[in-house]
């Protein structure tokens, strides 16, 4: 899975988003406008190929440049991606939004 994958399916409409995420958006004010501005600009921090379908967490930043994590899966057989969950990172787990804290 690459970034681009993810993108090209935002840029033709073959996304799906979970109930999960809509809700987790909520939770932290973020629009899908802001989401998937942070994916174009953003990067595949984790992957994840042992889940089914394969996931990775995408960081990047809104506008406003503040930061964004977002948990995605994509079928390469039909090109389409799903949006599985996304927050606000806190600062307190993640050093410079990239590297977990243990």
């Not at 988003?17 to 987790?24: E, G, L, M, P, S």
């Not at 953003?42 to 948990?71: D, M, Q, W």
């Amino acid at each position: 899975m690459d970034i681009d994958d993810i993108i090209q399916a935002i840029e033709t409409d073959q996304i799906r988003i979970t109930d999960h995420a809509v809700d987790a958006a909520e939770d932290d004010e973020l629009t899908l406008d802001e989401i998937f501005f942070s994916v174009f600009r953003g990067e595949i921090i984790e992957s994840y190929p042992e889940e089914c379908p394969p996931r990775c967490l995408v960081f990047g930043k809104t506008a406003n440049a503040n930061p964004v994590h977002s948990v995605w899966a994509y079928n390469s057989q039909n090109q389409w991606a799903v949006l599985i969950t996304v927050y606000r990172p806190d600062p307190a787990r993640w050093i410079n939004w990239r590297i977990r804290r243990f």
